[in-house]
């Protein structure tokens, strides 16, 4: 079995020896669990992002302190940052291009150079024909990538699955996928004489177009972070209404697949039937732990229900698929045909008082109802835990952060429910538990930290941040990083008390939507127009450290 995150850093500190250096490949790290924590030491407190040079959008270097070197972005980024294998992947849009062929509203995936920070290629992803019902403008990539060895796998503004050469065409055309020119220019004036592919661009072996062969609806966004198990890869399709928000135009379409890592097949969907059930979109990641000696996958519902899935699928039996929050109008059976994801569990996180009042139903997105799950649910010590909450532009409301046992079966609403914890407002952040305290901690949209015991769900404190959070804490060396809306970044005492105690406060300059993350003993701030790389005593790398591949401009 894989060692986790955790395990890694716990035989390290037995041994007496220095921790390990660990990459971050993909979202929530080495621990499939997905819990954001990292055993790095000697993390920085506090530095200073710079200054940006007059007349351009780069960061003077003499003007930062530790800080080892930024790249510059696009305008709008939300996609994590990955590391691994000496290179860091992250996702943004086309607002200061790179490449002057590709110019215009793009999803972007930067690959740097972890050490230099020099470009070495980027996907450019065209946007969608129907607009921002399926694809928002200037929203650019959103998912976080998955790396394993020289294969990287991410899903597209477009609704697809893409497998990467880590390696980008500096080193050929790899793969049975050979339109990678046709592919940067679809739906663009371009289309029919695209400019050709470089050393500079993706190298793409196979795509899988979830829209084409599953016929899911994306609403807004398709933003699902992959993740591996046992060999297979697990995705969130994001199937959800139309612009209506009455509609939901594929109510029969999966919700949850598994693919060949390989070849980008179809293994198996989920037997869970949300479609008809979804309150507006899905944007939520899966996670997994092993339970009893079997592989679970976790993913949070559009309809609210936090569901565990055996990781094998296996072949329909003919049974009525009915959703857990299932209306008469639904009939549906599993066709013997086909491979499923089979429930292991599933809990609805909406309490009942978020779901009528005097009786009367509750409205959904109302600020006192019922809200989805768009966080990535966390697996640790046979637990899950995970929080409720909408789209941001939907503002704020109330929420839920539910602590369930991973070792129940069925509907586990009545018996699997550890604590539950209402005192949040709508979140879409993953929670960071520290295995040396014990200790959770999570941010809401409304802009607040919460840190509890994550045995018990004993509050200790909250710290109000004064601005929305979009982005999730990490926990490492003692403190709690967050950043918000307002671009600035915190720093907490990972400990417990009644009040939050603030080691530094600093602003990017940009609005932080992301989430820090730590690789090999460096940490990875991410603005909406900035990505810095930030270490204890660091110094910065020159300003003309120049670009890994020429692009003709």
């Not at 997994?288 to 679970?296: E, F, H, Y």
């Not at 639904?330 to 009528?356: A, Q, S």
Request: charged share 20%; aromatic share 8%.
């Amino acid at each position: 079995m894989k060692r986790t995150f955790s395990s890694l850093a716990a035989v390290t500190l037995t041994a007496g020896m220095p921790l390990l250096a660990l990459d971050w490949p993909q979202w929530g790290g080495n621990d499939p669990g997905r819990n954001m924590y990292s055993p790095a030491k000697g993390l920085p407190d506090r530095f200073e992002p710079g200054k940006v040079k007059s007349g351009t959008e780069e960061i003077d270097p003499a003007t930062t302190k530790n800080v080892r070197w930024t790249a510059k972005l696009g305008s709008q980024s939300y996609a994590n940052p990955v590391v691994a294998g000496g290179k860091v992947f992250v996702g943004t849009n086309n607002e200061s291009p790179r490449d002057k062929r590709h110019m215009g509203d793009r999803s972007i995936l930067y690959c740097f150079d972890e050490k230099s920070g020099k470009f070495l290629w980027q996907l450019v992803v065209t946007k969608l024909k129907a607009g921002k019902v399926n694809d928002w403008e200037n929203l650019g990539l959103l998912a976080a990538p998955l790396v394993q060895g020289n294969r990287l796998w991410v899903v597209t503004s477009r609704c697809e699955v893409l497998c990467l050469d880590t390696e980008g065409m500096a080193n050929g055309n790899d793969g049975d996928f050979k339109d990678e020119a046709a592919y940067s220019a679809k739906d663009t004036p371009k289309e029919g004489t695209p400019p050709p592919s470089g050393p500079g661009d993706a190298d793409i072996i196979w795509r899988y177009d979830m829209m084409d062969e599953l016929g899911v609806f994306p609403h807004n966004a398709a933003n699902c972070s992959v993740t591996m198990v046992d060999g297979r890869l697990f995705v969130c399709t994001s199937n959800g209404q139309d612009w209506t928000h009455v509609n939901i135009p594929s109510p029969n379409s999966p919700s949850f697949i598994a693919l060949d890592p390989k070849t980008g097949k179809l293994l198996g969907e989920d037997n869970a039937a949300v479609g008809p059930r979804i309150f507006h979109g899905q944007w939520t990641s899966p996670s997994s732990g092993v339970v009893n000696g079997k592989s679970q996958v976790y993913f949070g519902g559009g309809d609210g229900v936090l569901y565990a899935f055996n990781a094998v699928p296996e072949k329909g039996s003919g049974a009525e698929m009915v959703p857990v929050l299932a209306g008469p109008e639904f009939k549906r059976t599993e066709d013997p045909e086909l491979n499923y994801l089979k429930k292991v569990w599933w809990i609805d996180l909406n309490p009942p008082e978020y779901k009528k009042k005097d009786g009367k139903p509750i409205k959904y997105p109302a600020a006192e109802g019922p809200s989805e799950i768009n966080s990535t649910p966390v697996f640790y010590k046979n637990r899950v835990y995970v929080a409720t909450g909408q789209d941001p532009e939907h503002g704020e409301g109330v929420g839920h952060l539910v602590c369930v046992d991973a070792t129940k079966t069925g509907d586990i609403a009545k018996t699997g429910v550890i604590w539950s914890y209402q005192g949040i407002k709508r979140s879409i952040s993953t929670v960071s538990i520290d295995p040396t305290t014990g200790l959770l901690f999570i941010a809401d949209f409304s802009g607040f930290v919460h840190c509890l015991d994550a045995e018990t769900g004993k509050l200790n404190w909250i710290y109000d941040m004064k601005a929305h959070i979009w982005g999730s804490t990490l926990v490492a060396d003692g403190k709690v990083y967050i950043g918000d809306e307002d671009g600035d970044v915190v720093v907490l005492a990972a400990k417990g008390g009644s009040k939050a105690v603030v080691l530094s406060e600093t602003n990017l300059g940009a609005q932080v939507y992301g989430s820090p993350i730590v690789a090999n003993g460096m940490m990875y701030l991410m603005s909406q127009t900035h990505l810095f790389v930030v270490g204890a005593d660091v110094k910065p790398l020159p300003a003309d450290r120049g670009e890994g591949v020429e692009i003709k401009k």
